[in-house]
């Protein structure tokens, strides 16, 4: 995923450009007769750079270990990141309604 993606919060803590392993959304054609306003949207609504838009699911994919010690932090803190992502993503289609929205309105 691009790392405008990526929430940016506190400076002291860094959240990875994630990578998921899986990653679920919708493809850019999926929606031709909205052609032109996903392209006026620009990069903020790309996932990947396989077409991928609007994502919604992350998943990855970790085994525990032979030693069966149940620490799977790594995988879970990738699946958050990623997962707040696809959340950004989401949250700035939001935005864009809502100016939309007071433009209509004002």
């Given at each position: 995923?691009?790392?405008?993606?990526?929430?940016?919060?506190?400076?002291?803590?860094?959240?990875?450009?994630?990578?998921?392993?899986?990653?679920?959304?919708?493809?850019?054609?999926?929606?031709?007769?909205?052609?032109?306003?996903?392209?006026?949207?620009?990069?903020?609504?790309?996932?990947?750079n396989?077409?991928?838009?609007y994502?919604?699911?992350?998943?990855?994919?970790?085994?525990?270990?032979?030693?069966?010690?149940?620490?799977?932090?790594?995988?879970?803190?990738?699946c958050?990141?990623g997962?707040?992502?696809?959340?950004?993503?989401a949250?700035?289609l939001?935005?864009?309604?809502?100016?939309?929205?007071?433009?209509?309105?004002?």
């Amino acid at each position: 995923m691009p790392k405008h993606t990526v929430p940016q919060g506190d400076p002291k803590l860094k959240v990875s450009t994630p990578v998921p392993d899986m990653l679920y959304g919708y493809n850019r054609s999926a929606f031709p007769k909205q052609h032109v306003q996903l392209i006026a949207n620009g990069v903020g609504v790309v996932a990947n750079n396989q077409d991928l838009i609007y994502p919604f699911f992350a998943i990855e994919f970790k085994a525990d270990g032979p030693s069966g010690g149940g620490t799977m932090w790594v995988a879970t803190s990738q699946c958050l990141g990623g997962s707040a992502s696809c959340v950004k993503i989401a949250e700035r289609l939001n935005d864009q309604l809502r100016r939309c929205d007071n433009a209509k309105s004002g």
